[in-house]
């Protein structure tokens, strides 16, 4: 079983920057290293979204073209902490936004990720 709790979320004006983190625990010799990480996104009303997404052992990274350019997945692998670096934050990006890990054959796809944090939530004002 995989644990994630996700913070850093809050209320920021539009061109301001947010930082999410998502600290992973589990089994003993547990390594978030090993699993698809990702960050996805909730707005009200609308579906869940996969916005950041990386493959196992810190591997190639998607974004989706709305956050492309202004969004950084990272992780601290000392840490079993993932991060979500957010820049050039607009209205659109308001929402409750998730943690996920998981094991599935492709880190792409939502598919993916069986294991999910509460989320933390990001309202930016205009």
């Known amino acids: 079983q995989v644990q994630l709790v996700e913070s850093g979320g809050g209320s920021v004006q539009a061109g301001g920057s947010l930082r999410l983190s998502c600290a992973a625990s589990?089994?003993?010799?547990?390594?978030?290293?090993?699993?698809?990480v990702g960050w996805f996104r909730q707005a009200a009303g609308k579906e869940r979204e996969g916005v950041a997404l990386?493959?196992?052992?810190?591997?190639?990274?998607y974004y989706s073209n709305s956050v492309e350019g202004r969004f950084t997945i990272s992780q601290d692998n000392a840490k079993n902490t993932l991060y979500l670096q957010m820049n050039s934050l607009n209205s659109e990006d308001t929402a409750m936004y998730y943690c996920?890990?998981?094991?599935?054959?492709?880190?792409?796809?939502?598919?993916?990720?069986?294991?999910w944090g509460q989320g933390t939530q990001v309202t930016v004002s205009s």
């Open positions: 996920a890990a998981g094991i599935g054959a492709n880190c792409y796809s939502r598919t993916a990720y069986g294991f």
């Open positions: 589990g089994y003993p010799g547990f390594s978030l290293s090993r699993y698809c």
């Open positions: 990386q493959g196992t052992g810190g591997g190639a990274t």
